[in-house]
């Protein structure tokens, strides 16, 4: 088994990708970027020098991952979502070799349209709404929407706002997995 990719699709070398993952129409994976096995880049994505994709990343149409970035498995990254990766850019200054750092951790869903400023780190199964933008770290689990973006609640593994009881205690209407919010953090139990 091995990647397929689009005619139109544009391929760097070097750059390493997974058995299974499929690359869309015009988009372009840029040398020394690593995606991991059966992901799926939609149309018109761009994957920039160094950038690390886990395995099973979905990328919807339209999304740039700027170098610097760095997601971990089943991430979701939906139609036309930002990266950035310089703070304060401007076309007369060349800041190569200071990008910032951002890490989207495993199972975590960028809405559409949603702007992730650099240097701020998404935690795993965390869910940022459509059209948000992102200028803090988002915690494990914590659903964010807004401009800038707040904290509204917090989600499941399979996408579902979680409602917790007096006891701190939630449980997921789809998988029915347990899950428990202490000291402002949730983890499953």
Same mark, same amino acid.
């Given at each position: ?8 699709a544009e ?21 020394n ?9 939609g149309?018109?994505?761009l ?44 076309? @007369?200054?060349i ?11 495993r199972?975590?869903?960028?809405? @559409? ?11 795993k199964? @965390?869910?940022?709404?459509?059209? @948000? ?57």
């Open positions: 088994m091995s990647f397929k990719a689009h005619p139109t391929i760097d070398k070097p750059c390493k990708i997974g058995d299974g993952t499929m690359v869309w129409h015009f988009s372009h994976v840029m040398k970027s690593t995606i991991g096995e059966n992901c799926n880049l149309q018109n994505v994957v920039s020098n160094e950038v690390v994709l886990g395995k099973n990343v979905k990328v919807q149409n339209n999304v740039s991952i700027y170098s610097g970035v760095t997601c971990d498995d089943d991430v979701f990254l939906g139609p036309s979502c930002v990266f950035t990766n310089v703070t304060n850019p401007r076309s @007369a200054v800041r190569r070799g200071q990008y910032e750092k951002t890490h989207v951790g199972g975590a869903t960028i809405g @559409a349209n949603a702007t992730i400023v650099c240097g701020h780190d998404i935690g199964f @965390a869910f940022i709404g459509a059209g @948000a933008v992102v200028t803090k770290n988002v915690a494990d689990y914590a659903l964010v929407v807004g401009n800038p973006s707040r904290q509204i609640g917090w989600m499941s593994e399979f996408g579902h706002k979680l409602e917790f009881n007096s006891k701190g205690e939630a449980i997921c209407p789809e998988s029915k997995e347990s899950y428990l919010l202490l000291n402002n953090k949730v983890r499953k139990k």
